[in-house]
């Protein structure tokens, strides 16, 4: 801890009367902890019930003689189209669903030739507004699963996994698998097996809409069937690609065109002379569910998602900067200084975000008092015995969140450390050294 600065701030939970500070008015990279800040402000701000709704409609061309269909899909920023992690989102369970009645729509038609299906538009952004990651990640952790850009379209938390297989350390790996459900997405693979029990230090270096992704790394060695994830560049892509190949039928050469509101959008003069056959919708868990997931397993895609999301209820555009201007003014509105809360993203990844652990208190302190209380504390994880959030990034390490000691004193508190040296473990050990004080 030499060259490292410290900040730690802890107040009775029931008096809000501090027990102890040393240097809680310091900005600092607080990491993921600075995922409470921005679950708070949305379960406030948009309501612990908000559901989000994608929606997809399917018409066809007016032509007695046949024709062809047309498919839009109309995003809403949906973190969890797609996820694994509830089972009414599943992608399989979606494509299934969706396939079914695709193709089940010209059957309902009497009277009306049958047709295939031509083009899929897909409405991801919203008044120019590029699906993008905010401008504080670094190239490193972009083209990775946890630096995935936010859309209006979403889709398996807009992740793919690669499957290697390795021999022995300093070997080339083999490629077993790649579902990106992406075929323009191009790999240039610099993979070699590591030292036993080096663990996984790779990393794939992608941008955002590109159609090339750059893997570099080792992974450990002799392995048959070790796996990362990466972001996918453009998930509404990956999505109407999927629905496109989940109808595709015994026979068909072709699949359908897709166009994303990257290169084009379905044109309202086009869409009106269309005769529209159904919409379905999709309707996403609570957003205290959502949240829970956030929180307990720490997704950034979801907090870019509600920072956007709350800038589309607020102030009617789906814009990242738009959305922190009203998470910092509601904050700053509840007393926390506009200084101690200096962030340039919702998920706390960018290592330029500047909070301190006063703030930090100051949002779990008022979170107590909320009707949403309950599914906030409950998504929080436990680690050392204790309910708190934690965060890391290079460098950087904190705590906060809830205690309740052996004689029934409950605490609030946080605790931040930049620029420590050495091992992160070992900087964790003394941490949870300080912190078991409370119990």
Request: net charge positive; glycine share 8%; charged share 20%.
């Amino acid at each position: 801890m030499q060259a490292a600065i410290i900040s730690f701030y802890v107040v009775d939970s029931k008096t809000g009367t501090v027990v102890y500070e040393k240097n809680s008015r310091y900005g600092m990279a607080a990491a993921s902890t600075q995922k409470l800040c921005t679950s708070a402000a949305v379960l406030e701000l948009l309501g612990q019930g908000y559901r989000y709704n994608t929606n997809i409609d399917f018409y066809r061309q007016p032509d007695k003689a046949g024709g062809s269909g047309i498919i839009e899909i109309r995003g809403a920023g949906d973190p969890s189209l797609g996820s694994w992690r509830f089972p009414g989102t599943k992608k399989e369970l979606l494509l299934h669903q969706w396939g079914q009645i695709i193709n089940g729509l010209d059957r309902d038609l009497q009277g009306m030739p049958a047709f295939k299906w031509k083009n899929i538009f897909v409405k991801d952004v919203l008044r120019g507004d590029p699906p993008t990651i905010p401008d504080g990640y670094i190239w490193q952790d972009i083209g990775n699963y946890y630096g995935a850009g936010t859309s209006l379209l979403n889709w398996n938390e807009n992740q793919y996994d690669i499957i290697f297989r390795s021999g022995t350390t300093g070997s080339p790996v083999s490629i077993v698998s790649i579902d990106s459900s992406d075929e323009r997405l191009k790999f240039h693979f610099s993979v070699t097996a590591g030292a036993t029990g080096s663990g996984d230090n790779t990393y794939i270096y992608a941008a955002p809409l590109s159609h090339e992704a750059r893997v570099r790394g080792t992974v450990p060695p002799n392995q048959k069937r070790f796996a990362i994830s990466g972001s996918l560049p453009d998930p509404g892509y990956s999505l109407a690609s999927s629905i496109a190949k989940s109808i595709r039928r015994p026979g068909d050469v072709t699949i359908p065109a897709i166009y994303s509101s990257q290169d084009t959008i379905l044109p309202d003069h086009i869409k009106k002379d269309l005769i529209l056959l159904k919409t379905i919708t999709h309707t996403s868990p609570p957003l205290d569910s959502l949240v829970f997931w956030f929180l307990r397993k720490s997704i950034n895609l979801y907090g870019e998602a509600f920072v956007k999301t709350v800038a589309l209820a607020k102030e009617n555009t789906y814009n990242l900067d738009k959305g922190l201007e009203v998470i910092k003014d509601f904050w700053q509105s509840n007393g926390v200084r506009a200084a101690d809360l200096q962030i340039t993203d919702g998920s706390g990844l960018s290592p330029q975000n500047r909070v301190t652990s006063r703030a930090l208190v100051q949002v779990l302190q008022y979170s107590r008092n909320r009707q949403w209380f309950p599914a906030f504390f409950d998504a929080i994880p436990e680690f050392n015995g204790m309910k708190m959030k934690s965060g890391s990034i290079t460098g950087a390490r904190s705590f906060a969140g809830y205690h309740t000691s052996h004689n029934g004193s409950t605490y609030t508190f946080a605790i931040i450390i930049n620029n420590y040296s050495g091992a992160a473990s070992d900087a964790v050990k003394k941490m949870y050294n300080v912190l078991d004080l409370l119990k």
